[in-house]
Every structure is written in structure tokens, then in C-alpha cells.
């Protein structure tokens, strides 16, 4: 996935995503004329506030994450950006409490989530209420986009373009949450089991003639477990990786990494796993995946081939050129 700057900093420096996300809409509303059109067009009014501000507190019905007041102070257009968190308890009924007569509570959230998002306030407010307006973050990005498009305005695309990979960024990694499924205990089986896999692997790439374990370690880290050797003349490093296993396109949740022998990545081993197998490559990183109905038996022997076919492969390709 590509990652813009605002990503990165949200990632890195911020826990708050929504907040980032929430702010970010303030500021295109009260920057940018086309962002007002397009949310005039989705919440179908005739004006639409030209100030918006975070987190004004109310007396007692909660802090909504947008607002928007007209010249008299009246709050106008409520907007509430969702990722992955609940509902809390002021959403949507204490929030309609503080719309003026005509104004509208818009709901930003991934377009996966909009279904039971929808079901979850029809419930809290017993039906349906034309004050509430459900729509997802790329979607009304969408729209200022098509608005912008009119009267082309740089400044207004690179800050979409900002605001968009945020968001793709939540709706792929962000936390929904916890389903019943999500808590059966052989989820919790099958990552134990994984890490033993890498564990066997490691006993049995020991006895291969072309792998060198001399000073290098096996270490566990945030999203799994592995260890570091040599095979050839390449630097390399087998392990689970649950981060991998869902991020990644070919949902591989074992991952061999591959360097130089002096553990730098090169272009010559990305180019050329890629042209090895270009459907479970991703840079210097090769994705070992699996078929339903494999044992540990089968699953430690299949990683244990693709290894000697991968890392002989780039021998040939790269160390004997």
C-alpha cells in the first residue's frame, strides 16, 4: 500500500486515527469551497456552514467530532467520522438533541463497516430519521474530488490524496470490532502452532548442507516469530508474520526475507524473485503460502522445498552471473 505523509505520521507518532482523519475534514471544510458543495450535495441542503470546528463540548449530550455553525452559532451540520470504534452512548440520539431545526448528522465511515453501522443507529433511534446521513470516507472524498475536478485546485488534491491514504490505511489495518468468531480459541491454536512450525523449520534447515547458522539467532517480534541464516551466499530471515498474513496480497503467513550476504537489500534479488514467482513476491520478501487441509508435517516440508527452491534459484540467477 502506499503511504502518504500523513499516513506515516498518524501511524508513527499518533494512536488517535479518527482524530487525525476528523481534523483533517475541519480543515477541508473551512479551507476549501469545493469541499462545502460536495457536502451540501450528500447531506441534500441548501446551505451549508462555512466554519467548522473539533470537539465542541455540549452542556450534557457529549463532544461531537465535527460541527458546523452558522453566523448565529447554530449548529447546523454535526459530522461524526468513524473507523473501527463503537458507537458511544451520546451517538446518534443526544447528538440530534443539538442539530437546529433542519440540520443534519452525517456518519463518515469504511465502506465495509456501512451495513451494520446503519443497522446500529436504526436501532438506537427505533426507525429511521432523514436528520441522519450514513456514507463512507472514500465516498465523500470521492466528491470533493469530482467538485475539485471543476475548478482544479492542486493544493485541494494533494490534501485529498493525503486524506484518502489514511484512510485506506484504516480500512486495512485498522482493529473492527470483536466478532465471536475472532475470539474462538483455535485462533489462538493455530498462531501458537505457526510459531512451533518456525521452530521445526529452523531444526531441520540446520541439516541442510547449503544453511549456515554461525552467530545468528532466532528472535520473536510484534506480529511473530523467526530466526536469521545463511543459504548460498544469501543473508536470510524464515518467519510467521501475522501482519504479513493479512496486509500482504497473497495472505502468506510465512515470509522469507532475502539479502545480500552482507545483509543489504538489492534490487538484483527483488528483480529477481519476482521473475521466480511474481504472484507471492513483495521486494526482497517471498511469501510461502499454504493449501487448506495441510498437517504440521506437510506445512514444515512445503516451507523447507520452497526455501531450497527459492534460495538455489537466486544462486544460479545472481551469485553464479
Not at 454535526?78 to 452525517?106: D, R
Request: glycine residues 6%; hydrophobic residues 35%; negative net charge.
Amino acid at each position: 500500500m502506499r503511504k502518504s505523509l500523513l499516513s506515516h505520521i498518524a501511524g508513527n507518532f499518533i494512536s488517535e486515527y479518527e482524530n487525525v482523519a476528523n481534523s483533517s475534514i475541519a480543515y477541508l471544510l473551512n479551507e476549501y469551497p469545493a469541499s462545502r458543495i460536495a457536502l451540501k450535495q450528500l447531506i441534500e441542503v441548501e446551505e451549508v456552514p462555512s466554519y467548522y470546528i473539533t470537539e465542541l463540548s455540549t452542556d450534557s449530550n457529549g463532544r461531537p467530532d465535527i460541527t458546523g455553525l452558522d453566523y448565529e452559532g447554530q449548529k447546523v451540520v454535526i459530522i461524526e467520522g468513524k473507523f473501527w470504534a463503537n458507537l458511544t452512548e451520546n451517538q446518534p440520539v443526544n447528538y440530534l438533541k443539538e442539530l437546529s431545526n433542519g440540520g443534519k448528522l452525517l456518519f463518515l465511515a469504511p465502506e465495509k463497516r456501512l451495513s451494520s453501522l446503519k443497522l446500529e443507529l436504526e436501532k438506537r433511534i427505533e426507525g429511521i430519521d432523514s436528520r441522519v446521513v450514513i456514507f463512507s470516507w472514500n465516498g465523500f472524498i470521492d466528491l470533493i474530488e469530482q467538485e475539485n475536478n471543476k475548478n482544479h485546485n492542486p493544493l485541494l488534491a494533494s490534501d485529498l490524496l493525503q486524506l484518502k491514504e489514511l484512510c485506506n490505511k484504516m480500512d486495512s489495518e485498522g482493529m473492527p470490532p470483536l466478532s465471536q468468531s475472532d475470539l474462538d480459541p483455535m485462533n489462538g491454536r493455530v498462531a501458537t502452532q505457526f510459531a512451533d512450525i518456525i521452530d521445526e523449520c529452523n531444526s531441520i534447515l540446520r541439516e541442510w548442507q547449503y544453511s549456515d547458522f554461525s552467530g545468528l539467532k532466532t528472535t520473536s517480534f510484534k506480529h511473530g516469530h523467526g530466526f536469521y541464516f545463511y543459504a548460498y551466499e544469501s543473508a536470510c530471515f524464515l518467519s510467521f508474520n501475522s501482519h504479513h498474513w493479512f496486509v500482504k496480497e497473497n495472505h502468506a503467513p510465512f515470509w522469507l526475507h532475502i539479502k545480500t550476504g552482507e545483509w543489504v537489500e538489492s534490487e538484483k534479488i527483488a528483480h529477481a524473485l519476482n521473475f521466480f514467482d511474481s504472484d507471492n513476491s513483495d521486494g526482497c520478501e517471498y511469501g510461502i503460502t499454504l493449501q487448506s487441509g495441510m498437517d504440521k508435517d506437510q506445512i514444515v516440508n512445503h516451507i523447507f522445498t520452497k526455501i531450497k527452491e527459492v534460495t538455489k534459484y537466486l544462486n544460479e540467477k545472481i551469485n553464479n552471473e
